[in-house]
């Protein structure tokens, strides 16, 4: 499975940022999708994740309320809606999918792992 993340750039805080991870084998439509993200010196945190049928989500108690994880099985593709963006969101995004497919939070859950979208909020 290949994943590729897009959509990170440079906002202000307050401000709003759609990112979208496309998959480009079929196998991962029946898998859990996550999202992480890292900041510089910092370890890989969970940020989101959708179950298969994106009828199962979770998130870190961070972004609860400020961002919306969705997928779309047609296309394969599953979009983080970032809203109200704080600069302690600064960091690079990674998307993955998982081993299984329920909306796991743990990195050991997922198998393949996109390149990163750098995501910076300027206060």
């Known amino acids: 499975v290949q994943l590729q993340a897009s959509g990170g750039g440079l906002v202000q805080a307050g401000g709003s940022l759609r990112l979208s991870c496309a998959a480009y084998r079929r196998t991962s439509s029946n898998n859990g999708v996550g999202w992480f993200r890292q900041a510089p010196g910092k370890e890989r945190e969970f940020v989101a994740a959708i179950s298969w049928n994106g009828g199962s989500t979770t998130y870190a108690d961070s972004v609860k309320g400020r961002f919306t994880i969705s997928r779309d099985r047609t296309t394969n593709t599953v979009v983080l809606q970032m809203n109200s963006l704080k600069p302690e969101d600064t960091a690079v995004y990674y998307c993955?999918?998982?081993?299984?497919?329920?909306?796991?939070?743990?990195?050991?859950?997922?198998?393949?792992w996109g390149q990163g979208t750098l995501v910076t909020v300027s206060s």
């Open positions: 993955a999918a998982a081993r299984g497919s329920m909306a796991a939070s743990l990195p050991s859950e997922y198998r393949y």
